[in-house]
Structures are given as C-alpha cells and as structure tokens.
C-alpha cells in the first residue's frame, strides 16, 4: 500500500511539474519579446546616427577606432547587433511553433539572460490548455514509471526468494 501511494504521489508531482513546461514557454516568450523591442530601439538609434552621417551601419562601425573607449563601443554595438539578429530569429520561431513545440524551442534557447529572467519572475499557472494538459499526462506517466522503476530497484534484493525444490 506504501508503494502504491509513493508511485502515485511521484506521477502527481511529475504531472504538476510538466504541466507547467507551456505556461514557461510563455512566460518566456513574453520576456523575450521585450528583450528583442528594447534591442530594436537600441538598434534603431544606431542606424538613424549613422544615417545622419551618410553611413552605413558597417561603415559607421568601421569608424569606430582610434581610442579604446571607441574600440570597446564597436565591440559591444557588434555583439548587440548579433544578440538582437539572434533574439529576434528565436521570437519568430516561437511565434510561428504550436504550442507543444514552443516547449522545444525554449528549452534549447541559447540566450541564459531571458530564460534566468523568465524563471526568476515565474508564476506557475493552472495548465486551462490543450498543451497544459497533455504535458500533465506525460508528466503524469514520468513520474509513476520513475518511482516505480526506482522502488523496483532498491526493493529488488529484498524480494521474495523461492525455496530450493528436492530438499
């Protein structure tokens, strides 16, 4: 009877937990999606600059040099440039997957800065959702199979044993 309860409150707990997987997603998606305007306005500001001045955006990083300061300001407008190309391809992704597939994308999103800050803000929610109820029944399933497979395995050497025959 103690197994059977410590395999159900393993598939409880798995279900609770991996129903919460889409509510992440979107959690996520949102925080990204206010990473990805905030580096268009940054972006935006460099490109009307360097239009202004008849440049390019590559022309107008090219000028950068000469000091260390602007050394440093072209390495960081580079890789800000990178980050929002890359952010904004993640958005558009996301936006365009289902939901179980969004899932996928954020747990193999390449940007830690959004995913920390999506987990350290995270509210977990009541899975309402097509997506939130098949991950609760994967979950669901996880959980009993992994404590019943663990308490299979620690049980094991205490089974039953079958007395000699012949004897």
Do not use: K
């Given at each position: 009877m103690i197994l059977r309860v410590l395999v159900l409150t393993g598939g409880v707990l798995g279900g609770a937990l991996?129903?919460?997987?889409?509510?992440?997603?979107?959690?996520?998606?949102?925080?990204?999606?206010?990473?990805?305007?905030?580096?268009?306005?940054?972006?935006?500001?460099?490109?009307?600059?360097?239009?202004?001045?008849?440049?390019?955006?590559?022309?107008?990083?090219?000028?950068?040099?000469?000091?260390?300061?602007?050394?440093?300001?072209?390495?960081?407008?580079?890789?800000t440039f990178g980050r929002y190309d890359q952010l904004r391809m993640d958005l558009i992704a996301l936006n365009g997957a289902g939901p179980l597939l969004r899932t996928y994308y954020v747990a193999r999103s390449r940007d830690t800065e959004v995913a920390t800050a999506a987990l350290s803000s995270f509210e977990p929610a009541v899975p309402l959702t097509a997506a939130g109820g098949i991950f609760a029944a994967t979950g669901l399933l996880t959980g009993l199979l992994t404590v019943w497979a663990a308490l299979k395995l620690l049980l094991w050497p205490f089974g039953r044993r079958q007395p000699a025959r012949g004897t």
């Open positions: 991996a129903s919460q997987l889409p509510e992440f997603s979107q959690q996520y998606r949102q925080r990204l999606g206010g990473a990805v305007d905030a580096l268009a306005q940054v972006v935006a500001d460099f490109d009307a600059s360097a239009q202004a001045e008849g440049l390019t955006r590559t022309a107008a990083l090219a000028q950068m040099h000469g000091t260390a300061f602007l050394d440093r300001r072209r390495a960081d407008m580079t890789r």
